[in-house]
């Protein structure tokens, strides 16, 4: 081995035969295996459908993916670069650049709803109420100025509330259609998202817990007291959001039921007890029904769901190169 020359900056090689934390490494794999792509997913299946939806329907699900496309926007453009300027090994760096791709994939996805199931003159109306919708903006702006200016900890936090608790207003939706039998090929996407969402709540939970567990009392103290009122600042948003969306539906209470119990699972996520009574049996059971049938798995440990399955791999061969050859 060469000596090293002190007055030089030596970059080190990430190591994956080295891996200080099984958790990045088992979360890698299991966000590798469940990757996958809007474009393979038949959306124009649902027109049927969504022709039988309300004029009032119809306009909650485009502002409802509105405003999903917007958070997924926040989590691709800085969220997962501000994690990324405080990891703890080089292979939650990776998991973190996985993280970031998909989110932009999310994001990516809801345009393609967009363009299967709206006119241009109605996607443009969506983007233009997504950009300035105020109990909407108000959580990107939230958000991103804690990603901006709070330490470490603070940002895992904001980025567990969003994953875990803020996308469930919109994802309510298309899970109440398909408990009905709606809209399969839209939700078949929103759970693909789903899934996703779990597994990066759960790995950034994971993150924050550790880097807790080192914090004196006192801040620990300070951190949990700071964290629950985030919470109660952004559920009262939260309120205000699933009133003004769902009052047309009439759907608001329900939805507001169905935020509470994500966001115990939420603070779940960062190691801490639940704030509201609600639990799984006060959901809508159409609703649970949407996110246990079917194809996506929503635990973390599970495999691929049975609805989508990337194709077996075999390795190639040297017979394989020989194209338009007659075989010996
Ligand atoms: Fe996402
Ligand atoms: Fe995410």
């Known amino acids: 081995m060469p000596e090293l020359d002190q007055e030089k900056t030596y970059y080190s090689a990430i190591n994956w035969n080295d891996v200080e934390d099984a958790v990045d490494k088992e979360t890698w794999e299991k966000l590798t295996e ?39 926007t926040v989590q691709s453009e800085s969220g997962m670069a501000m994690l990324r300027e405080t990891v703890r090994t080089p292979q939650e760096t990776a998991v973190l650049n996985n993280i970031q791709f998909m989110e932009s994939v999310h994001a990516k996805s ?24 105020p109990n909407l903006q108000f959580k ?43 809209l399969a090929n839209v ?54 959001y699933a009133d003004a969306l769902y009052k047309e539906v009439g759907w608001e209470e329900e939805v507001k039921t169905f935020m509470r119990y994500n966001a115990n699972k939420a603070l779940m996520n960062l190691g801490q007890d639940p704030l509201f009574p609600d639990t799984a049996s006060d959901v809508n059971p159409i609703v649970m029904n949407g996110i246990s049938t079917g194809t996506s798995n929503h635990d973390f ?12 791999v075999q390795p190639m061969s040297d017979e394989d190169y020989d194209i338009g050859l007659t075989k010996k």
């Open 110 to 133: 809801y345009s393609s709803i967009f363009s299967t199931l709206n006119t241009p003159t109605e996607i443009e109306e969506i983007f233009n109420w997504t950009d300035t919708y």
């Open 140 to 182: 990107s702006k939230r958000i991103n100025e804690i990603y901006k200016n709070d330490d470490p900890l603070k940002k895992k936090i904001a980025s567990v509330f969003l994953e875990s608790f803020l996308f469930y207003s919109g994802f309510y939706t298309p899970l109440y259609y398909l408990g009905n039998n709606k």
């Open 34 to 72: 469940q990757f996958w792509l809007d474009t393979r997913i038949p959306l124009s299946n649902d027109l049927s459908d969504w022709r039988t939806l309300t004029q009032e329907e119809q306009t909650l699900v485009g502002h409802v993916f509105g405003g999903l496309t917007l958070l997924d």
């Open 301 to 312: 440990f599970s495999q691929v769901g049975n609805g989508y399955l990337l194709g077996e």
């Open 187 to 240: 939700a078949e996407i929103i759970k693909l998202i789903l899934r996703d969402e779990s597994v990066h709540g759960t790995y950034i939970g994971y993150k924050f817990q550790q880097g807790y567990k080192e914090q004196s009392e006192t801040k620990q103290q300070d951190i949990k007291t700071w964290m629950y009122d985030l919470l109660y600042e952004l559920y009262e948003n939260e309120e205000k």
